[in-house]
């Protein structure tokens, strides 16, 4: 036999290619018999050149794929084409010696030989890469969707390649698309033009300190629409401070920015609210309060007089209708308190014993003529506490008031109790009750426990309201235990730190004190200032009756003309007045008695304005004592009195 040595030759340099290449390369026959199995082919299916070659390709095939490939080289066969990449047809799989299925890229050849037709295929296993194109693509999907969702438009400006990278939703901030050219000949180009200083402002900030640039501004817009966009950006430089990238992003913050303003207009229109419902309210108090001024100051005045017995029932009834009017404004004007968060506690020294007491000498006479036992149980807990002794009573007196208005027969009945540091007050009648329905609804603002509650027995149903607002705010509240038929407990719970256990000796409500004197024989000098013809006749009427004969003037600029010339003890100072107010007056008497070095004389502002922030303004002035109108003859002399003392001391210091 014949040996072609340049065939001999060829061969063996073709198979000293084989032995070193990665590449995969297999040939085959057309009888798909493999021929020749390189070293990168043994490495990437498993098999060794010795035990595949003579052995059908199909074995590196998967059985689902075998069909599909002997086709298409079929076809390949008979066609023209010498040479195709058979990754044209989507993904390839092979068949490892282990079992397991792999991804691969083919490129086919054929050539024909003596012995018939030859295909080489060189082969790559892209199982790897395809796994990272993947992770890149899950990556950019999962990025847009993130943009997507977090309204975000990003963008990178690379200064050098002149390009421009974005992502994100830029059709929801521009009406145009976003090029290099117009972020290179105004960085802020995507900002409204009127926002554009104070863009450069925040930006000039950040180069200076390096902090983050961050601005909130609307987005410029050709069609006039309004979107606002949370702007950040950073500037990255060469060593030489050359701008190599711009990168930033930008937020849509449209939503949050129209909640804001609809938030920030309708504060606005809580507040507006709530001011013209404070200058009603305002209003509403001191207009009430001056009429009901007349009426019980003039009933204190003629409960002094030699009266009939028709006569003084006829008086206790204007005197208890004034009297429940007022209660009913002064709730109205704590639940307001409350509302606005304006309500001011103290913390002072009281007795619980003289607060007790005062309940017990207002209430027993109610009691006894419905024929109610009126009973107090309070020796466990009698003692010096620190507190708020005004609200106490408050509460306290709310709910006796309560229990005796709605218990026809038998008893009401108070007990006190304290144990580790909490004050327990109770109040137990044998009334009406309640269903635990109306229980519900006992602490709402001017409800009742039904609609024949007010028309049986009146009221506003705002004490219990009060007294529960009153209890928490110092740090306890109020229970209630109800049943119909057979009464209602009432259990107020506080925590009050007792600080002795000093019971307090009877006190006399109402006892008119004596007004003091300078002299046996000397008088006190005192100036009222009251625009109210019906007050003055009242306040005149009331002082002459325990001795003091006042000098009145109409208006705050007839009051300073009167101080100034001559001395009085004490003003009495209305605060709304014509000319010149109560307040005005007060502050040119300060001002003057500073410059003169003239001793200060006491003033006590008479006022129908008695909300807090009033009575605060008016201590502000200068006045050393307010109070406020329906005057109460017992309180006012008290003022006075306490006035006197304080000038008093004041002179002997001077």
């Known amino acids: ?294 009426v019980l100051g003039m009933a204190q005045a003629m409960a002094r007089d030699d009266l009939s017995d028709i006569q003084a029932n006829r008086l206790d009834v204007i005197r208890h209708s004034g009297e429940a009017l007022l209660a009913i404004l002064n709730d109205v004007l704590d639940l307001s308190k409350i509302e606005a968060g304006r309500l001011d506690l103290e913390e002072i020294e009281f007795s619980l014993g003289e607060i007790l007491q005062g309940a017990q000498a207002t209430f027993t006479a109610i009691a006894n003529k419905k024929g109610l036992s009126f009973a107090l149980d309070t020796s466990a807990a009698i003692g010096l506490y620190a507190g708020d002794p005004t609200r106490l009573r408050q509460i306290l007196y709310n709910l006796i008031s309560n229990a005796v208005k709605f218990t026809e027969s038998g008893e009401v009945r108070v007990t006190a109790t304290y144990q580790s540091g909490i004050m327990r007050l109770q109040v137990v009648d044998t009334g009406i009750g309640m269903t635990s329905e109306n229980v519900k609804r006992l602490f709402s603002p001017f409800q009742q426990a039904d609609s024949s509650t007010t028309r049986r027995f009146g009221g506003t149903g705002l004490g219990l309201v009060i007294s529960r607002h009153l209890a928490e705010a110092m740090g306890g509240g109020i229970e209630v235990h109800s049943e119909i038929g057979a009464g209602s407990t009432f259990t107020v719970s506080l925590p009050l730190r007792r600080i002795g256990n000093h019971e307090a000796a009877n006190s006399v409500p109402d006892q008119l004190p004596s007004p003091p004197m300078l002299a046996p024989d000397q008088a006190i000098r005192l100036l009222v200032a009251e625009d109210n013809p019906t007050n003055q006749l009242v306040l005149k009427t009331l002082l002459h009756q325990v001795g003091i004969d006042p000098v009145i003037v109409n208006n705050g600029r007839q009051a300073v003309e009167a101080w100034s010339a001559q001395d009085f003890d004490v003003i009495l100072m209305d605060i709304q007045m014509p000319e010149l107010c109560g307040t005005a007056a007060t502050r040119i008497i300060r001002t003057e008695e500073a410059a003169s070095g003239r001793l200060q004389t006491p003033i006590v502002a008479l006022t129908a304005n008695a909300m807090s922030h009033q009575v605060s303004e008016y201590l502000a002035a200068g006045v050393d004592d307010v109070v406020t109108k329906p005057i109460n003859i017992v309180e006012l002399l008290q003022a006075i009195n306490k006035a006197m003392a304080g000038h008093a001391a004041q002179q002997m210091i001077g």
Request: charged fraction near 25%; hydrophobic fraction near 45%; charge should be negative.
């Open 1 to 294: 036999m014949v040996v072609d040595a340049g065939n001999l030759l060829h061969a063996e340099v073709l198979k000293g290619v084989f032995a070193i290449t990665s590449e995969a390369v297999i040939v085959t026959d057309v009888a798909a018999r493999i021929l020749m199995f390189s070293a990168g082919a043994e490495a990437i299916f498993g098999y060794s050149s010795e035990e595949i070659v003579g052995q059908s390709v199909e074995r590196l095939i998967p059985g689902r794929f075998r069909g599909l490939h002997a086709g298409h080289v079929a076809g390949f066969a008979a066609g023209a084409v010498t040479s195709k990449s058979m990754s044209e047809r989507g993904q390839i799989f092979g068949l490892r010696k282990s079992g397991e299925e792999f991804l691969i890229e083919a490129s086919l050849s054929k050539v024909s030989t003596a012995e018939g037709l030859v295909f080489t295929t060189i082969l790559r296993d892209v199982t790897v890469r395809r796994r990272s194109v993947d992770r890149v693509v899950r990556s950019e999907e999962r990025l847009r969707i993130a943009l997507q969702s977090a309204a975000l438009y990003v963008y990178e400006v690379d200064y050098r390649a002149g390009t421009l990278f974005k992502a994100g939703i830029e059709e929801a901030f521009f009406d145009r698309p976003v090029t290099y050219d117009d972020l290179a000949a105004d960085i802020w180009w995507g900002v409204r033009p009127d926002y554009h200083e104070r863009a450069k402002a925040r930006w000039r900030a950040y180069r200076k300190t390096g902090e983050p640039f961050r601005l909130e501004c609307p987005i410029n817009r050709l069609d006039g629409a309004e979107i606002w966009g949370d702007f950040t950006a950073e500037l990255v430089q060469d060593p030489q401070g050359q701008p190599l990238r711009l990168i930033g992003a930008i937020q849509d913050v449209t939503a949050q920015r129209r909640a804001a303003d609809a938030m920030a207009s309708a504060m606005a229109s809580a507040e507006a609210a709530n001011a013209a419902k404070s200058a009603f309210l305002a209003t509403m108090s001191h207009e009430i309060r001056t009429p009901l001024n007349g």
